[in-house]
């Protein structure tokens, strides 16, 4: 696996493009990732609306350079992996990530869409955990893992990457417990479709 050869915080100073364009590349280069992500929808499945909404509001609040069509170019060609050369994927989405109101109804009525779409997509898990699960610990960040040897996770500020053998264990370990308490199949199916049924 690539080591990164900028901070995403210098490549948040560049632009959207280049920044979803760095992390395609880490997409491109992973056989096996898992991602845990709270409260909004994992990047693979963003719709194109929804990334435009995303990418709008990273870079009104942080002031960085407007290229969000850019941005949104290489975020979704991600979703184009899925399903290729063998990867998999292993995806545990918060109940609150489906009702997180991003870009408005129109925009989530195609992501919810998008999201049932995806349970039958080849090398894909996706499971959900409800909001009133009974967490076996605490919630934490969104992150992602990638190979097993490489940590990304979601900040305010600048994302860490983490590469430490030991730092990239309690990750797996969090994942581990963290999917115990998520619901896959037609039960995550149901909770998707309520949300949708609800807009």
Same mark, same amino acid.
């Given at each position: 696996?690539?080591?990164? =050869?900028?901070?995403?915080?210098?490549?948040?100073?560049?632009?959207?493009?280049?920044?979803?364009?760095?992390? +395609?590349?880490?997409? !491109?280069?992973?056989?096996?990732?898992?991602?845990?992500?709270? #409260? &909004?929808?994992?990047? #693979?499945?963003?719709?194109?609306?929804?990334?435009?909404?995303?990418?709008?509001?990273?870079? /009104?609040?942080?002031?960085?350079? /407007?290229?969000?069509?850019?941005?949104?170019?290489?975020?979704?060609?991600?979703?184009? +992996?899925?399903?290729? @050369?063998?990867? =998999?994927?292993?995806?545990?989405?918060?109940?609150?990530?489906? !009702? !997180? #109101?991003?870009?408005?109804?129109?925009?989530?009525?195609?992501?919810?869409?998008? &999201?049932?779409?995806?349970?039958?997509?080849?090398?894909?898990?996706?499971?959900?955990?409800?909001?009133?699960?009974?967490?076996?610990?605490?919630?934490? #960040? %969104?992150? %992602?893992?990638? $190979?097993?040897?490489?940590?990304?996770?979601?900040?305010?500020?600048? =994302?860490? =990457?983490?590469? $430490? /053998?030991?730092?990239?264990?309690?990750?797996?370990?969090?994942?581990?417990?963290?999917?115990? /308490?998520? +619901?896959?199949?037609?039960?995550?199916?149901?909770?998707?479709?309520?949300?949708? @049924?609800?807009?």
């Amino acid at each position: 696996m690539p080591k990164p =050869t900028k901070a995403w915080s210098e490549l948040h100073r560049e632009g959207m493009g280049p920044t979803q364009e760095a992390f +395609l590349d880490l997409v !491109r280069s992973t056989t096996d990732s898992q991602h845990y992500c709270q #409260n &909004i929808v994992w990047g #693979n499945l963003q719709t194109p609306d929804y990334v435009r909404a995303m990418l709008k509001l990273v870079v /009104d609040f942080h002031g960085f350079p /407007d290229d969000i069509e850019a941005g949104v170019a290489a975020r979704t060609a991600r979703a184009e +992996l899925i399903g290729q @050369d063998g990867r =998999t994927y292993h995806v545990l989405l918060g109940e609150s990530a489906l !009702r !997180r #109101n991003v870009g408005g109804v129109q925009t989530m009525r195609g992501q919810l869409a998008r &999201i049932l779409h995806s349970f039958g997509l080849p090398g894909l898990t996706l499971g959900v955990i409800p909001e009133r699960a009974q967490l076996g610990i605490y919630p934490g #960040n %969104s992150f %992602s893992l990638f $190979d097993g040897a490489r940590v990304e996770i979601e900040n305010y500020g600048d =994302t860490p =990457t983490i590469t $430490d /053998d030991e730092q990239v264990a309690i990750y797996s370990r969090a994942f581990a417990v963290l999917k115990r /308490d998520a +619901l896959y199949g037609e039960e995550a199916r149901a909770l998707v479709q309520a949300e949708l @049924d609800e807009l």
